[in-house]
């Protein structure tokens, strides 16, 4: 199919869409736009259709960007920049509070949370907490530098149709007016409420929270010097009046809360003295906005449907505990994009393609899990009697509500397990064999960045090894240098400990078979021990591929498997054309709104 070039400027009118794209984007949300961040930065022409005209400041949404964004972050070159926009510093804190209110009594406090602290060398980028809406204003100015990109607003799709060759998506105005645009692949990025989600038949499975929760945004500059507690990335309010979680948006007097088990028209009327429950004094505050909402714990029973995908909300929605929903979603924005971009080019196989549900699928399945046992006890679950008394029982009572506390909330605020050791593994474009495991043996020292510091008394995490289908384990090659800034933008061979030249034969296997792949030469570091294998296969998301301590007898079948091109196994390009169901009707109620991330 021909295309031309989409235009690098903001698009506002149907007579200005291009009649063809190689992707089209339904949704301009941030993983919308992290697919197409990450598809434009390949050569991808790339149009995103999204029907807000600005971003909202009303709906803080997700305030946790974690450790693996920011690396991606890092890697499209606005990590910086992300930083900068972001209302409260890392600096600010990294500490989350458990309260009997902001000027009650301290119950419990956990501090270098949600991958805020250095953990040795162990990531080259701590996370960032900002309101949802700074990431999303960043990525909106970054799709439109890129050539061959354009953001389409004030637009929705209402409309898609497929065939063996390409997708024909409708798309509409406020005003009910209608174009038509071909695309090579539809992403639909479009929410809970997906058109593309029910356009190719797909459907969650799962099942929702209970109780409601109310949100909002106030101002009040008053309240910080009410706060008996320092600064807090969270505060976990533990009482009668106002069971809650409650954060700084700024340090100018910002604030957002939820109030949990309250429904809409009860928040509402009770607005004020909600907030003035969670703070513990009087408050003069001016309510902003409100966000009443309901956790879901769904994950479709598709993720693909011929040449159209699902990401983020469109294909699984987790309660917002622990932050992950729009990392999750960014996750698979950029599983999907440097593979689509490897078969628009040429070198990536018909597995490619079918491998994005076989490696994501498995993670949302996991993150969903993880998020609702986080979710199993709440600020509406530790109340106690005697919490704020100035009594011995109600000494008693705050230990044991810490003790609790310690326990139950320890994995929801320390996941980097859950964010950086997540595998692909098992997975269609992986290897078999041996997992190579590191040499026993002292690691060298690591080298911070400039922009890091480690805290007093903090050790180094020891790496454990490459593994494929895992995240390449970090390390520092220098001072602000990421072995990541190293990698190149399609497949790396990382040389740790091999003969001169032996690699040879893998980089011709890889030329013959048109994949990009750039040789990084570390042997003089001595990083054998670190990563257990001499040679490492790196994937342009960073994921390890392959690995082994010497070239195999077959090159070229290594290089085949990586790019979804291996003979033992095909999948066809419309996997279930058949059973597309057009125009289906939703299954989730309008009143049943997600909710933010932390």
């Not at 709906?59 to 070159?77: A, D, F, I, Y």
């Not at 799709?157 to 692949?185: F, H, I, N």
């Not at 945004?217 to 069971?243: C, K, M, S, T, Y």
């Not at 986080?374 to 011995?392: P, Y």
Request: net charge negative; aromatic share 6%.
């Amino acid at each position: 199919m021909g295309t031309v070039n989409a235009s690098s400027r903001p698009v506002s009118r149907l007579t200005s869409l291009p009649r063809s794209v190689q992707v089209l984007v339904a949704g301009g949300g941030p993983v919308g736009l992290a697919a197409a961040v990450e598809l434009g930065r390949r050569g991808v022409s790339c149009l995103v259709i999204e029907p807000r005209e600005e971003v909202s400041h009303a709906r803080p949404r997700c305030k946790t960007v974690n450790v693996r964004t920011m690396e991606h972050l890092r890697r499209w070159g606005i990590a910086d920049r992300f930083r900068a926009a972001a209302p409260l510093p890392v600096s600010w804190s990294k500490d989350i509070v458990f309260c009997t209110s902001l000027a009650g009594y301290e119950l419990s406090r956990f501090t270098g949370v949600l991958g805020l602290a250095l953990d040795g060398d162990r990531f080259p980028e701590t996370g960032q907490q900002a309101p949802q809406y700074v990431l999303e204003e960043l990525l909106r100015d970054v799709v439109t530098e890129l050539p061959g990109c354009a953001l389409a607003t004030g637009l929705r799709v209402t409309s898609v149709e497929q065939d063996p060759d390409a997708v024909r998506v409708t798309v509409q105005d406020r005003a009910g007016g209608q174009a038509s645009v071909e695309a090579e692949y539809l992403l639909g990025c479009d929410g809970p409420r997906s058109t593309v989600r029910d356009q190719i038949g797909a459907r969650y499975v799962g099942e929702f929270a209970l109780r409601p929760n109310f949100g909002m945004v106030f101002h009040a500059p008053g309240l910080w010097p009410q706060v008996r507690h320092g600064p807090a990335v969270q505060f976990w309010i533990v009482n009668d009046r106002a069971p809650a979680l409650m954060g700084p948006m700024d340090r100018n007097g910002t604030w957002w809360i939820i109030a949990l088990g309250v429904p809409p028209e009860l928040g509402r009327r009770t607005a004020a003295s909600l907030i003035e429950g969670a703070a513990g004094v009087p408050v003069e505050a001016r309510i902003l906005s409100d966000d009443p909402w309901t956790a879901r714990m769904q994950l479709v029973d598709r993720l693909r449907s011929g040449r159209v995908f699902l990401a983020g909300d469109a294909a699984h929605l987790n309660p917002p505990f622990g932050g992950h929903g729009l990392n999750t979603g960014i996750g698979d924005a950029v599983d999907l994009g440097w593979k689509l971009a490897a078969v628009l080019q040429g070198w990536g196989g018909e597995q490619l393609l079918a491998s994005y549900e076989a490696e994501r699928r498995p993670v949302q399945d996991r993150v969903i899990r993880e998020a609702s046992e986080n979710m199993k006890t709440l600020s509406t679950d530790l109340t106690a009697a005697s919490l704020e008394d100035d009594t011995e029982a109600g000494r008693h009572a705050r230990r044991a509500a810490d003790r609790r506390i310690q326990q139950d909330k320890a994995a929801e605020f320390h996941s980097l397990d859950l964010v950086l050791d997540l595998s692909y593994d098992p997975s269609p474009l992986l290897v078999p064999g041996p997992h190579p495991v590191p040499h026993p043996g002292p690691h060298p020292a690591p080298q911070p960045a400039p922009h890091l510091a480690a805290r007093p008394g903090e050790r180094p995490v020891p790496h454990p090894g490459a593994r494929p289908g895992a995240r390449l384990p970090h390390v520092w090659l220098g001072p602000g240098r990421s072995v990541y800034d190293s990698l190149g933008p399609a497949m790396t061979l990382l040389v740790l400990d091999a003969p001169p030249g032996s690699w040879q034969p893998l980089i011709q296997a890889a030329s013959k078979a048109g994949v990009p792949l750039d040789v990084l030469d570390l042997r003089p570091r001595d990083l054998r021990p670190r990563y257990g294998a001499g040679l490492l296969l790196v994937r342009p998301d960073q994921h390890v591929a392959w690995c082994a301590d010497a070239m195999p007898a077959d090159p070229a079948a290594i290089i085949d498997r990586i790019r979804g091109a291996s003979t033992t196994a095909r999948t066809s390009l419309l996997c279930d054309l058949d059973t597309q169901r057009k125009g289906a009707t939703r299954d989730d109620p309008d009143d049943l709104d997600p909710g933010p991330d932390q």
